[in-house]
Nanobody, 120 residues
Framework: QVQLVESGGGLVQYGGSLRLSCVAS????????MSWYRQAPGKQRELVAT???????NYADSVKGRFTISRDNAKNTVYLQMASLLPEDTAVYYC??????????????WGQGTQVTVSS
């Protein structure tokens, strides 16, 4: 069974930093694009950052210059380093990854989410 597990969320003060991690496990033969999304209460889920298998990155305008996405293919892990956090960054953060599984098929998978709360 393939799964993505996020960690690293928590409560942080305005201007603080956090690093989120997401590990893919199970019968995985390959990993393509990995992304972080977030969903604040009462809002739609939005894309925060994406990193391709060749490490090209893309960010939402709201986080450019503050967040950095990276990946460690040897560990099947994607990270989101968040700095200069703002109260509006408060949300549940979800990991998403395109995985080649033991069924020899590419599919997108979601993690269960990790809460990030920024106090003002």
């Amino acid at each position: 069974q393939v799964q993505l597990v996020e960690s690293g969320g928590g409560l942080v003060q305005y201007g603080g930093s956090l690093r989120l991690s997401c590990v893919a496990s199970g019968s995985i033969r390959g990993i393509g694009t990995m992304s972080w999304y977030r969903q604040a209460p009462g809002k739609q889920r939005e894309l925060v950052a994406t990193i391709t298998d060749d490490r090209s990155t893309n960010y939402a305008d709201s986080v450019k210059g503050r967040f950095t996405i990276s990946r460690d293919n040897a560990k099947n892990t994607v990270y989101l380093q968040m700095a200069s956090l703002l109260p509006e960054d408060t949300a549940v953060y979800y990991c998403n990854a395109r995985l080649l599984t033991g069924m020899i098929r590419w599919d997108y998978y979601w993690g269960q989410g990790t809460q990030v709360t920024v106090s003002s």
